[in-house]
């Protein structure tokens, strides 16, 4: 019986612990900050609670100065002692109340009864109001034009302007950019001035208002100017006549896109020689006003050159798409190049490639077959015992891709036969091999090895038998 009175002693001195650790705790109810705010708008009303855990406990509140605030109701601050309901009756809590917040009632407040405490961190803010933001502004080319934000707040806000999300720096390029601050009785006002206006200029200017009452308590917010600067459609990458390649009877689209204020109107037209041009019906154009495109869909029949013509009132652009029909296999043809080893530890130059032999082969017409890959070659002239430098290049119509860095391989001898495994390596967009020869060695010696294990955990096994 003995042991019954420990355990019980013991389960008496843990509830003991457990319990005189909870009686006096004190937790501060999580700030009701609205939405994505972390701050109080000044001039509003607010409360903080914060709750006791044992009945004859004492809760008091300090401000940030570590002041004890008043449990008198008409200062604009103070506390008010109730009780709330818990399982073991009603205990004490108290509520910290602010009638009308300022700025200065940021920082830490703290909610103590006797040895424990917790805290509630405010933040007050009059976030800022911004005033006659013009969303979009329109400006010529070569002009200058200023933008202006109007920006009243307490904290008095620091204004940054960016554009397109990347930060304008005041001084950076006094040719291109300039800012100007200017405080009035309105509140704060900044000008961004942008001189002799490209079409690069066009974007999104941000206004970006920082407000920092104290280090942990700050806001900030923006506004979007959309500037657009007038002028005629440029294609961004350049007039050249673009080369489509597809195969015979392949539908294909063209893609018409050029950049210009206001935004181009598009025209395609085929064409036929040097003089003759026939356009397409507006039917036949896919335009998307969003993305600014204007889709021809064509089928491939031959070589063809079409135009698309983008316009607005300062100017027209062209651009040609010629259709390159490829020929019935587009995959073409490829090359193998090898090399003896034997005096090149590194990678053979262009020069030592000279002297290499040269495979040439045509990719088998093998199209209607949509998982066709490439194509295995065997290289039966190599020499017993010898290692080589092997590399490739494709080609079609289109023309030649690079080579493909050079990799060893080693020829063996007469009963082992050279294996290729071809992989689905891509050179540019067209098709190329590399080659990989077995090595019969490792797998001698693999048996080996596995063989020695086998042979030592016999051994093993019968040992222990023995013993
Ligand atoms: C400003 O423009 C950006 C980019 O278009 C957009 O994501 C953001 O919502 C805009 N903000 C305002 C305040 O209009
Ligand atoms: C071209 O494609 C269409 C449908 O995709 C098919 O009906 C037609 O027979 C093809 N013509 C030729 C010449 O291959
Ligand atoms: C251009 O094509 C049209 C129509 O096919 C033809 O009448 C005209 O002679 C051609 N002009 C030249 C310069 O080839
Ligand atoms: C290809 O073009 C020729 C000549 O322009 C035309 O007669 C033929 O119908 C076209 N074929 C297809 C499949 O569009
Ligand atoms: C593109 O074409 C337009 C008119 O068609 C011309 O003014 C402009 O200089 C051309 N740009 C380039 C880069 O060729």
New binding site residues.
């Given amino acids: 019986m003995k042991w019954l009175f420990y355990l019980i002693v013991l389960v008496y001195m843990l509830y003991r612990a457990v319990y005189a650790k909870e009686t006096n705790r004190v937790t501060v109810d999580k700030i009701d900050y609205y939405r994505k705010s972390p701050f109080w708008k000044a001039g509003s009303r607010h409360s903080i609670n914060c709750k006791g855990s044992s009945k004859s406990q004492k809760i008091e509140w300090t401000d940030p100065a570590g002041k004890a605030i008043k449990q008198i109701p008409s200062n604009r601050v103070y506390a008010l002692e109730h009780t709330v309901p818990s399982p073991a009756g009603r205990i004490p809590a108290s509520l910290l109340h602010f009638k009308s917040v300022t700025l200065d009632d940021t920082g830490l407040y703290t909610c103590r009864s006797g040895d424990s405490s917790d805290h509630a961190e405010v933040c007050v803010i009059d976030p800022v109001v911004f005033k006659n933001i013009r969303t979009e502004v329109t400006a010529d080319l070569g002009r200058s034009i200023t933008l202006n934000c109007h920006a009243k707040g307490n904290p008095e806000p620091r204004i940054q302007w960016k554009r397109n999300d990347n930060l304008i720096n005041e001084g950076e390029d006094d040719t291109k950019y300039k800012l100007n601050t200017k405080f009035s009785s309105d509140g704060f006002e900044s000008s961004l001035t942008i001189f002799s206006l490209t079409s690069e200029d066009s974007g999104l200017y941000s206004c970006v208002a920082i407000q920092e009452n104290t280090e942990q308590c700050k806001h900030s917010n923006y506004v979007n100017t959309t500037l657009n600067v007038n002028h005629a459609p440029i294609f961004e990458d ?2 050249d006549t673009e080369l489509v390649y597809g195969r015979f009877n392949q539908s294909i689209n063209l893609v018409c896109s050029a950049r210009g204020y206001p935004a181009p109107t598009y025209r395609w037209f085929s064409n036929i020689n040097d003089s003759t041009l026939i356009e397409f019906d507006k039917k036949q154009i896919e335009f998307n006003q969003e993305a600014n495109t204007a889709i021809l869909t064509v089928t491939v029949n031959q070589t063809e050159t079409f135009k698309c013509s983008a316009k607005n009132e300062y100017g ?3 651009k040609d798409f010629k259709l390159v029909e490829t020929t019935t296999n587009p995959a073409g043809g490829f090359e193998i190049q090898y090399l003896h080893v034997s005096g090149f530890k590194e990678e053979p130059s262009e020069n030592d490639w000279k002297n290499g032999e040269l495979v040439t082969k045509e990719f088998p017409i093998s199209d209607d077959d949509p998982d066709f890959k490439g194509s295995i070659t065997k290289l039966s002239e190599l020499e017993k015992n010898m290692n080589y430098w092997v590399r490739i290049r494709v080609s079609n119509s289109a023309g030649v891709s690079t080579w493909s860095t050079p990799i060893q391989i080693g020829a063996l001898t007469e009963n082992e036969d050279l294996q290729e495994e071809p992989q689905d390596e891509e050179i540019s967009t067209e098709r190329s091999k590399s080659i990989a020869v077995g090595n019969s060695d490792v797998t001698f010696y693999g048996i080996f090895f596995a063989g020695g294990i086998l042979v030592v955990a016999a051994v093993c096994m019968f040992v222990m038998r023995m013993v």
């Fill in positions: 350049g007039n027209e652009a062209e």
